[in-house]
């Protein structure tokens, strides 16, 4: 019901900083679900923090990997999250539970992983200097084919998820059919003298047909998909729109789209700054800046609210809109008043029935008498595509907070009635699990074990860039990141610490 007001107020884009989700563990990359109620972040030190964003609480933290995570894409109905990390894994987890339902390993560092929009068996998988692969969950897999023998290949799925999209680093824009990987359009991204530019990144809309396209040469082209797939094979499509910064000539870190693709946001690799363009004119309407000093690590923005989120400095910061009691869209003859104002009370005002107002004749049916339906849920149009005619009822919208529950007191008897006086107390009921031994069945989860994805051309001897980085900045320190201890081992150590105070107090001097 709210969601349908946000297009009738104002801007649809955001304006003033509005605090930040402090995941304990430095953040990495983070996105949304597709109702925009779920939040997960990878953190590096291998752990998926998922918050639900209307109270901006942490909802789950899932020990997923031990490496930092790169790259995180959720299913369509939202109970499914793919992770990816620095350690060439790429893992499926059910987000209701927890589980780890599926790992892939693959040969080479993987750079980005997208779920399939509408077939949760099927992602994709953008390996570093290797062909885009399609995969499925049963561990089959795909190549998708490369054009002029270029490497660098960065992929991603169109809004339905009918085509794939490859770009290479001599900007050749490939199209290529989901069911049987035919190619169905091609075209090349040029600069004014006819030289090509590296393709960095291809971003579709939520809504709409359109995608965007960043490149090295720090322009950001904006495509109509129907105009490219008409263009065919070695076409020219034109841009609808070309972005960029004209003063200081900024080279982009990541850009997308608004939720109803109006907006484009795209973050600076040099600073913490966020550009936002309107699509249909092209120009500039807002410039959002961070903390001086941070360096931009992944930007998404809400899929149905004009709400940003960035990561800098392993923290995520939130970017919405300034909000301003406006009484006046309630009542439009609404007058705010800076003092007291003396008021005339009509001698009718207050009457039930105004005696001295002029009948007029009503004609038709009275207003009071119509039915209102309150039990016919109305599907909510933010949450639907356009060929679809109601919700997914089976989607994830949040997710159940079960407390902690400790362990009883050894002297609370929790079976049985209680003792007559002078009888003696029954005895204790043995318990299957001791406080010093944990049950390794009802503990541990079941480990999967991980599937071998074998891509013969793949490079073995390459690191991740997000590891190479790390160590740039701090040359004495490892590239692979120290394996955290479990969280119990440090709940038990101050317990210890008491114990052994308590035994020296109660030695004799």
């Avoid at 200081?248 to 109803?260: A, I, M, R, V």
């Avoid at 040099?270 to 690590?297: A, P």
């Avoid at 119990?488 to 210890?496: A, C, G, H, I, M």
Wanted: aromatic share 8%.
């Amino acid at each position: 019901m709210n969601l349908e007001l946000l297009e009738s107020f104002g801007q649809n884009y955001p304006e003033d900083f509005d605090g930040t989700l402090d995941c304990v563990s430095i953040a990495v990359t983070c996105a949304f679900n597709r109702q925009g109620t779920l939040f997960a972040v990878g953190c590096n030190d291998g752990r998926i923090v998922m918050w639900d964003f209307l109270t901006r609480g942490i909802a789950k933290v899932i020990n997923a990997h031990v490496h930092p995570v790169c790259s995180l894409s959720w299913n369509r109905n939202g109970r499914k999250l793919l992770s990816a990390a620095t350690d060439n894994t790429v893992s499926v987890w059910d987000v209701l539970s927890g589980d780890n339902e599926k790992i892939f390993r693959f040969p080479s560092p993987v750079m980005k992983v997208q779920f399939h929009p509408r077939d949760s068996n099927l992602f994709l998988v953008c390996p570093l200097k290797h062909a885009a692969v399609l995969m499925h969950v049963q561990g089959s897999h795909r190549v998708i084919p490369l054009d002029d023998n270029d490497l660098n290949i960065i992929a991603a799925f169109d809004r339905r998820g009918k085509y794939v999209y490859t770009g290479n680093a001599k900007g050749r824009i490939l199209a290529f059919k989901t069911d049987d990987l035919e190619l169905a359009a091609s075209f090349r991204v040029t600069t004014g003298t006819l030289n090509t530019t590296a393709i960095k990144s291809i971003e579709f809309a939520r809504r709409g047909e359109c995608f965007l396209v960043n490149s090295a040469d720090r322009i950001i082209r904006v495509y109509e998909s129907r105009e490219v797939l008409t263009c065919g094979k070695d076409g020219e499509p034109e841009p609808i729109q070309k972005l960029q910064d004209l003063v200081n000539k900024t080279l982009w870190k990541k850009c997308c789209f608004s939720g109803d693709g109006e907006f484009i946001v795209a973050g600076s690799a040099r600073q913490h700054s966020l550009y936002i363009w309107e699509k249909s004119v092209g120009n500039l309407v807002k410039i959002l800046h961070g903390t001086k000093g941070e360096l931009l690590l992944d930007v998404v923005w809400h899929p149905v609210r004009p709400i940003i989120a960035s990561i800098s400095s392993g923290l995520v910061s939130i970017w919405a809109q300034n909000q301003v009691e406006n009484w006046s869209a309630f009542a439009p003859d609404f007058k705010e008043l800076e003092e007291n104002v003396e008021y005339d009370e009509r001698e009718s005002e207050f009457d039930l029935d105004d005696e001295d107002k002029e009948k007029v004749d009503v004609k038709g049916p009275d207003e009071e008498d119509l039915e209102v339906d309150v039990v016919t849920e109305e599907p909510i149009q933010a949450f639907m595509s356009s060929d679809e005619e109601g919700e997914d009822k089976e989607a994830l919208m949040f997710l159940p907070v079960s407390p902690d529950i400790e362990e009883p007191e050894e002297a609370w008897q929790g079976e049985g009635p209680a003792p007559e006086d002078g009888a003696a107390p029954p005895p204790p009921v043995e318990r299957k699990r001791s406080h010093g031994s944990t049950d390794s069945t009802s503990t541990k989860k079941k480990r999967v074990k991980p599937v071998e994805v074998t891509l013969p051309d793949a490079p073995t001897d390459e690191v991740h860039p997000l590891l190479t980085a790390g160590a740039k900045k701090n040359p004495d320190s490892k590239s692979q990141p120290r394996k955290t201890r479990p969280q119990k081992s440090r709940s038990t150590r101050p317990e210890k610490r008491h114990r052994d105070r308590d035994s020296l107090d109660s030695q004799p001097s």
